[in-house]
């Protein structure tokens, strides 16, 4: 959804009142896999026995495992099992902006028209929306998930020959959370590979993993340096796959798994879904192209606004013009059209010529003369 926001003086700072927010998601276990069971459900592989003598750990699960006739016989449900999910929860939660995290982009449409626009210019077109040097706060805080986002002084004015110059007109901005572009280097291609089966290399090779330069995780916002070997910091990540010139964005997915080792390497991203069909036309990732990720940390949903940047004195304005400026009326239909500061001129022909402001149309309504105004548009 796009905010609309009127401006009629740019000669000082504006704010414009958002309301940010951003997906929370949360796991529910299976009552079965609960954290803190109770005692029919604390199944061993032998026997149901209470939690208070029962330790949960690997090697008494390897254990139990040798107990069975088969490791199929220890249940999936049970605590000595993978964790199961009965399913999610979603919610759209506020949120506080930090600057050091976002991006403010600014586009003119009076300079880049619609027309000059196309699939392949995204955001090619656009301009910082704050000025190098500018130190004043691009946010403010009214409330927990209320902010005012500073419009700078002069944004869209300019100057010519030392006169103001008020470039009045639609202004679209977009307020979106920073992103790290990593070049995809190659794959490890999926295994269906039984769970009781997987070691070494297997282990990743029941997700299709996507290669990236570790250096792309490097001198960010973020800091991963701060420790070399991270595992699951991305979790829950937005991804977006664009092609190698950034020109089209392939499929919108899900970091779910991620291992950085910064010391040296690659970094291994697991995205989801990859399961199932595309999510776009323009089908399968590819080496090349390029993984864009919004680390969960800091991802906000983008706000979008357009800015009407209005003459204040317009109604002034069009008062003075029917007063003084030059006006025909039609003695047929008895519409009165008000020129520009222009004037109305005739052409060869003996037509009128000249641009149009107003119209009125005057007609009688009993004793009275009723002057209505006509829509130019």
Request: charged letters at 20%; aromatic letters at 10%; hydrophobic letters at 35%.
């Amino acid at each position: 959804m796009i905010q609309n926001f009127t401006l009629q003086d740019n000669t000082a700072d504006a704010y414009i009142p958002i309301t940010p927010t951003k997906s929370q998601i949360g796991y529910i276990h299976k009552e079965e896999s609960q954290q803190f069971q109770t005692r029919e459900y604390d199944y061993d592989g032998i026997n149901n026995v209470d939690n208070t003598v029962t330790a949960n750990t690997f090697s008494e699960l390897t254990t139990r495992q040798a107990l069975a006739s088969d490791v199929k016989d220890i249940p999936v449900v049970t605590a000595n099992a993978a964790t199961d999910y009965v399913g999610a929860v979603h919610y759209e939660v506020p949120y506080i902006i930090n600057p050091d995290f976002a991006d403010f982009l600014l586009l003119d449409i009076q300079a880049n028209p619609f027309t000059s626009l196309g699939p392949t210019t995204i955001e090619t077109a656009t301009t910082e929306l704050y000025d190098v040097g500018d130190t004043s706060a691009k946010v403010v805080s009214m409330f927990n998930g209320m902010q005012g986002l500073r419009i700078p002084a002069g944004k869209f004015n300019s100057t010519v020959s030392g006169a103001l110059v008020k470039n009045f007109g639609k202004y679209y901005i977009k307020v979106s959370p920073k992103f790290i572009d990593a070049p995809v280097l190659d794959f490890i291609r999926r295994k269906q590979v039984p769970w009781q089966s997987v070691n070494g290399l297997d282990a990743e090779g029941r997700r299709q993993v996507t290669h990236v330069d570790n250096n792309n995780f490097k001198n960010t916002v973020w800091l991963f340096e701060d420790a070399l070997l991270q595992r699951g910091r991305l979790h829950g990540s937005v991804v977006e796959v664009w092609d190698a010139g950034l020109t089209t964005k392939k499929q919108v997915k899900v970091l779910v798994e991620d291992a950085l080792d910064l010391s040296g390497g690659v970094a291994s991203l697991v995205i989801t879904p990859d399961t199932m069909g595309y999510d776009s036309p323009n089908e399968v990732v590819s080496a090349g192209d390029i993984i864009r990720v919004y680390p969960r940390e800091t991802y906000f949903n983008p706000i979008f606004i357009e800015v009407s940047y209005d003459n204040k004195d317009n109604d002034l304005l069009a008062l003075i013009r029917f007063m003084k400026n030059d006006a025909v009326r039609d003695l047929t239909s008895n519409v009165i059209e008000v020129y520009d500061d222009s004037g109305v001129g005739t052409d060869p022909n003996g037509n009128l010529t000249g641009v149009v402001v107003q119209a009125y149309q005057i007609s009688k309504e009993g004793t009275r003369e009723v002057r209505r105004r006509l829509n130019l548009d």
